[in-house]
């Protein structure tokens, strides 16, 4: 069945630092999504990449769609402690169904 | 109202009693998403509304949960005979309904099988 993979599942940096974690698919996608996740809290949508080779950005928060749509990035410079969550990726399933497949998510935390 | 909204936030249940999850999506939207989500992992998909109808509901577990939207607004999600492993916070989410649309997620109904 379809996976999203993410990698990797947990993230310790220092406050300050730069760090890029990453989605990978099994499949070709027609776009994918990035989602974050306070501690107790819901997953709030941060960005959507459609275009092969797309890059937005997002002030610290740069998002990258590889160029065959098979994987994404998530790069955050001088990461702040508001940083703090997990970060998913959601992909759309095949077949034309709307439902968005969730990634386990990378748990990100900072040392201040 | 300005968002998802679900309810109850919290509910403690015995384990094979009947639950009932509601959702009310932001007003518009048509699309209406349950998700569950277990601590430490990602919200895993139940079921999908465009409407009154379920567009897809390849993600329920069982024939105990079941899912409703009578007027293409609020949603009930309902569990019966509930089992320790129910135990998770549901999720509910609306999106416009158009390709490729964002969720919107409410704060979730925390469920919880003694």
Redesign the interface.
């Known amino acids: 069945g379809q996976q999203v993979m993410q990698i990797p599942q947990y993230q310790h940096v220092q406050e300050g630092e730069d760090f890029t974690t990453y989605c990978n698919s099994s499949t070709t996608l027609s776009n994918i999504q990035w989602y974050k996740q306070r501690p107790g809290g819901h997953p709030v949508f941060l960005i959507q990449l459609v275009k092969s080779g797309e890059v937005k950005k997002q002030k610290r928060l740069t998002f990258q769609f590889g160029e065959a749509k098979k994987n994404s990035s998530l790069h955050i410079t001088a990461t702040q402690t508001t940083d703090v969550g997990t970060y998913f990726c959601a992909e759309p399933t095949q077949g034309g169904s709307e439902k968005l497949v969730f990634g386990k998510g990378m748990k990100l935390t900072v040392n201040p | 109202g300005a968002g998802v909204s679900q309810t109850p936030s919290n509910k403690v249940t015995e384990k094979g009693k009947y639950v009932e999850l509601r959702c009310d999506p932001i007003s518009g939207h048509t ?1 209406l ?1 349950w ?1 569950r989500q277990s601590l ?6 139940l079921i ?1 509304f ?1 409407g009154t109808g379920a ?2 509901d ?2 329920l577990p069982n024939d105990r949960f079941f899912a409703v939207r009578p007027e293409g607004s609020v949603s009930t999600l309902k569990i019966q005979r509930t089992e320790r492993g129910d135990s998770a916070v549901y ?1 509910c ?1 609306s ?1 416009p ?1 158009t ?10 109904t925390r469920l919880t099988v003694t």
């Open positions: 699309a998403y998700y430490g992992q990602g919200p895993e998909f999908y465009q567009a897809d390849s993600g999720l989410a999106s309904g390709a490729y649309s964002p969720l919107h997620f409410g704060n979730g």
